[in-house]
């Protein structure tokens, strides 16, 4: 809750400084913009709407049926094999009962941790 007071507080501090006076003035084939009344020329204050930026245009969907493309770093692709051979190798120690897999299994938990 106070957050959002304290967002809409902001908005409305900061309203005032968007809305600004401009002054325009044309002499000599050049044109000047200020915030403030230009002196030495005849100045036109400038008014209209402030547009907003085009939006930027979406990538292009994929055509029905076809599959979007992803990039997966051969680093990741490389762990996902790790820990399916190693979930396989767990889990088949996990249906044995002697003392070598329960060492085995012991010794593999902290890897495994990380695939889960």
Known sequence: MAMRFLACLL???AAPAV???IYKCSEGGKTRF???PITDCKSQTVQGEVQAPAPVAEPAAPKKGQ???????KAVVEADRKCAAMT??????QR???????D???AMRSEYAACR
């Open 11 to 13: 908005l409305l501090l």
């Open 19 to 21: 809305h600004a006076q």
């Open 34 to 36: 200020s915030d403030k």
């Open 67 to 73: 599959k979007k493309k992803v990039e997966v770093p």
């Open 88 to 93: 396989q190798e767990y889990r088949r120690l």
């Open 96 to 102: 044995s009962s002697d003392e070598a897999s329960r």
């Open 104 to 106: 085995r299994m012991q």
